[in-house]
């Protein structure tokens, strides 16, 4: 029903920027929030950012905030990360998702267990 698309990911040196992409095609894909996660080797799948169905809402996580920004073009069907100021540590595949519920809620999660669409992933490593 929906399918999810990441793009733009890469090798970047730290302190480097980088924006990936999250193309969504079948299901509507204006009515609902999106969130990206990331999940580094050997450790669990985190929450990085939300947006609203409208773009009027996003929250960022802590361990990226001021750094990492979240937006979309829902004439493009497209949700994007703009990435700045990064880390090695911010190494890790990149996932964008689509969050269950009422559509055009300004509801946001960071938990992704209430996600219901994924995409396959895009690898970001930084070098240090």
């Known amino acids: 029903q929906v399918q999810l698309v990441e793009s733009g990911g890469g090798l970047v040196q730290a302190g480097g920027s980088l924006t990936i992409s999250c193309a969504a095609s079948?299901?509507?894909?204006?009515?609902?929030?999106m969130g990206w996660f990331r999940q580094a080797p050997g450790k669990e799948r985190e929450f990085v950012a939300v947006i609203n169905w409208s773009g009027g809402r996003t929250y960022t996580a802590d361990s990226v905030k001021g750094r990492f920004s979240i937006s979309r073009d829902n004439a493009k069907n497209t949700v994007y990360l703009q990435m700045k100021s990064l880390k090695p540590e911010d190494t890790a595949v990149y996932y964008c998702?689509?969050?269950?519920?009422?559509?055009?809620?300004?509801?946001?999660?960071?938990?992704?267990?209430?996600?219901?669409?994924w995409g396959q992933g895009t690898q970001v490593t930084v070098s240090s």
């Open positions: 998702a689509l969050q269950r519920g009422l559509p055009f809620r300004d509801y946001v999660s960071a938990n992704l267990n209430e996600y219901g669409y």
């Open positions: 079948g299901r509507t894909f204006i009515d609902s929030a």
